[in-house]
């Protein structure tokens, strides 16, 4: 079975540019988790959608941040616009959601520079 | 103070060795608690998960949970130089919201 898939796997950009990431969730999957990990913060959550509804976006950094999900099998996550300070890996994890036991299975991510 | 603490090492065991892995948490309406492995360049993996107080084994993996004293630890016996990465202790509450730790790293010497 296909695990989460994320493209691109690395971007390269210049600030002020719009940036955006793109992951597949595990089909079958109703919990969609986009992350921002970096040296300095680790492993953040910036938002969590359930049944394809946002139901907590209270870790997105600021305005320029934004993600969708459209259907079941597809989310973005945008930057507009990049600062060299979103540079980071952007993980999307998906899970079952089924009480407390709902394990989160992680793409490969997405290695973010912003110049 | 930090929701999940880890220590952030380097721990560093050698080959065979037991290696202790520590975790507290700060809220205590958590209820599910994980431990994920990352290796460098990759994306963390699920390797345990442990919802009630005790001991949970899994090959040479152990978790244990202590919510009267909000700590989780992860015991890895006969450890290998593969074990060596970072190990992510992540707690979720009643709801959706999962916190991961900073990650201790473990390096495993031949």
């Known amino acids: 079975d296909a695990g989460v898939i994320q493209s691109p796997r690395h971007e390269v950009t210049e600030m002020g540019q719009e940036v955006t990431l793109r992951c597949k969730p595990i089909?079958?999957?109703?919990?969609l988790f986009w992350y921002r990990q970096t040296m300095m913060r680790g492993l953040e959550l910036l938002i969590y959608?359930?049944?394809?509804?946002?139901?907590?976006d209270s870790g997105m950094p600021e305005d320029r941040f934004s993600a969708k999900m459209p259907n079941a099998s597809f989310s973005t996550l945008k930057i507009q616009p990049s600062e060299p300070r979103d540079s980071a890996v952007y993980f999307c994890a998906s899970s079952l959601s089924s009480g407390v036991s709902d394990t989160q299975y992680f793409g490969p991510g997405t290695r973010l520079t912003v110049l | 103070q930090k929701e999940v603490e880890q220590n952030s090492g380097p721990l560093s065991v050698p080959e065979g060795a037991i290696a202790s892995l520590n975790c507290t948490y700060s809220?205590?309406?958590?209820?599910?608690f994980f431990w994920y492995r990352q290796y460098s360049g990759k994306s963390p993996e699920l390797i345990m998960s442990i919802y009630s107080n005790g001991d949970k084994e899994d090959g040479r993996f152990t978790a244990q949970l202590n919510k009267a004293s909000q700590y989780v630890s992860l015991l890895i016996r006969d450890s290998q130089p593969s074990d060596s990465a970072t190990y992510l202790c992540?707690?979720?509450?009643?709801?959706?919201?999962?916190?991961f730790g900073a990650g201790t790293r473990l390096f495993v010497k031949a």
């Open positions: 959608f359930n049944n394809n509804v946002p139901i907590d």
């Open positions: 992540a707690v979720r509450n009643g709801g959706f919201k999962t916190i």
């Open positions: 809220d205590r309406g958590s209820q599910s």
């Open positions: 089909s079958g999957h109703n919990s």
